[in-house]
């Protein structure tokens, strides 16, 4: 199993990143692909949850309205788009592979990761 997030980078407030994880090994046929971010000194953060039946979910209540998730089934790729970025969601967000199909009622398990790719939000 690998997940390879991409597309961070350092940004501005108020501006707009997309962010990208390709799964390989697993399916979203069976398994659901969540997103997952850690700031520095701070526990991780499950922010959404994507099924292969287009059911997507947002759990963290300061980024709502704001990020938004959409899915690549044939390329079994999810998408974060964070807009409105700001400061405080510096951080290293990571995807990973979920324990299900469908999407839980909390997202803090999972059962594989990738690398994660680094997002800075300068004021």
């Known amino acids: 199993v690998q997940l390879q997030a991409s597309g961070g980078g350092p940004v501005q407030a108020g501006e707009s990143l997309k962010l990208s994880c390709a799964a390989s090994?697993?399916?979203?046929?069976?398994?659901?692909i969540g997103w997952f971010r850690r700031a520095p000194g701070k526990a991780p953060e499950g922010i959404s949850c994507?099924?292969?039946?287009?059911?997507?979910?947002l759990y963290l209540d300061s980024v709502k309205g704001r990020f938004t998730t959409s899915t690549d089934k044939a390329k079994n790729t999810v998408y974060l788009q964070m807009d409105n970025l700001k400061p405080e969601d510096t951080a290293l967000y990571y995807c990973?592979?979920?324990?299900?199909?469908?999407?839980?009622?909390?997202?803090?398990?999972?059962?594989?990761w990738g690398q994660g790719t680094l997002v800075t939000v300068s004021s």
């Open positions: 990973a592979q979920l324990p299900k199909y469908g999407c839980p009622e909390s997202l803090y398990e999972y059962l594989s």
């Open positions: 090994g697993f399916t979203m046929d069976d398994y659901a």
């Open positions: 994507s099924s292969g039946s287009g059911d997507s979910t």
